[in-house]
């Protein structure tokens, strides 16, 4: 299943029915793309820790960026995917066993704690642990260190840094699946704005705020308007897929028809840039090979977007075929992520996610396109 069916049907079943602004942040030098941290710097520290984050800024990611969930009494957390056994060590907190619960997910049962289910002062007495440990073994030292961590406790943190090294650091946040939340009295976008206008690091700091949604995406404009610090990131999905604001409403615009040259005209009215998966922007062949650039980069930058992707990753099995070595599927190779990144930069890519921001900084550093 794909992670947005995963999404929906895991939170279903447990109750939950423009660069101008950048360089005027001092972020970005014009011809050079903006790196992101994705959930930090992931691919070495367990993603959404103090510990990725303070990875990638140090490593020069331009921002860092957390995916949103809401707990049970409406805090804003850094996290992926709303099974906490995946990612915590709930599993041997006995005051919790009775919160695990059996969900259906394509025909399979699935057992899980989950986040909905949880309140900010019980969810601050977990500890975080590696997500993919058969991948990134070297990361489990780090499991058991780290609490998981809220939107507020982020930015605090992220202004700290900025001011102990004399430097402009950017937030992501991504907002997950609001319609879905919403339908169970936890709508995100107020606590998003909340938070945002509580803190004073961010009246000016960049900030690029993320959705799969159009529909928060677009209420968000109102509130930032272009020509500031803030812009709005449209993500972009599996092709066939329907929007879940969109779906909800009984609507049946995909995925696909928001990156054609007429629904990319459509996403610019709203959004400041536009990111689908990196292989949608260049495919990989039959043979795993990198492909040719889509038409859609030179749609989308003709209709006024920049052009993001996500995400990059610094294992060989996460790599094209063309950029891979011969030290195993799960081994680190930098030099080959360096260069599938500055091809996706030779084809118009104006910023990325990378797990690994410094492989990322290095790739920007280097091209010479």
């Known amino acids: 299943m794909d992670r947005r069916t995963v999404m929906k049907a895991t939170l279903t079943g447990v109750g939950i029915a423009a660069a101008g602004t950048l360089s005027a942040a001092g972020l970005t030098r014009p011809h050079k793309a903006v790196v992101l941290g994705h959930r930090g710097a992931c691919a070495l520290r367990p ?58 997910l394509g025909g399979q049962r699935v057992e899980g704690w989950f986040i909905t289910d949880f309140t900010f002062a019980e969810l601050k007495r977990l500890r975080l642990k590696e997500r993919i ?20 406790e982020i930015i605090d943190f992220v202004a700290a840094e900025a001011a102990t090294r004399g430097r402009p650091i950017g937030i992501a946040p991504e907002l997950k699946a609001p319609t879905i939340f919403a339908s169970v009295g ?3 976008e107020d606590r998003f704005l909340a938070t945002v206008a509580a803190h004073r690091y961010l009246r000016d700091a960049p900030l690029i705020v993320q959705c799969f ?13 272009r020509g500031g610090s803030v812009q709005l990131m449209q993500l972009i999905d599996d092709a066939p897929m329907v929007p879940l604001d969109v779906s909800a409403k009984g609507g049946t615009t995909r995925y696909a028809d928001m990156m054609t040259r007429e629904g990319l005209r459509g996403i610019v009215t709203y959004a400041d ?21 889509a038409p859609a980069i030179a749609w989308a930058k003709a209709a006024g977007l920049l052009v993001g ?3 990059f990753r610094p294992e060989n099995r996460f790599l094209a075929a063309d950029f891979r070595n011969g030290d195993g599927d799960n081994a680190r190779h930098p030099q080959g ?12 890519m104006d910023q990325f996610f990378t797990d690994d921001p410094g492989i990322g900084r290095q790739a920007v550093e280097t091209y010479r396109g």
């Open 309 to 311: 992707g996500y995400e």
């Open 213 to 225: 949604e159009i529909a928060t995406l677009k209420r968000l404009r109102a509130h930032f308007p």
């Open 133 to 152: 440990p058969d991948i990134r073994p070297a990361n489990t030292r780090y499991d058991g260190m780290f609490q998981m961590v809220s939107f507020d």
């Open 273 to 293: 840039i536009v990111a689908p998966d990196i292989r949608a922007l260049i495919p990989l062949r039959g043979d795993g090979l990198l492909g040719e650039p």
């Open 47 to 104: 993603e959404h820790t103090l510990a990725s984050y303070a990875k990638a800024i140090a490593d020069g990611a331009d921002y860092i960026e957390p995916d949103l969930m809401p707990s049970k009494d409406g805090v804003l957390m850094a996290l992926h995917e709303p099974d906490l056994g995946k990612v915590s060590d709930v599993a041997v907190h006995p005051e919790f066993a009775d919160r695990r619960k059996a969900v259906s």
């Open 337 to 348: 992520s360096i260069a599938e990144i500055h091809a996706y930069l030779r084809a118009g």
């Open 186 to 188: 936890l709508p995100v």
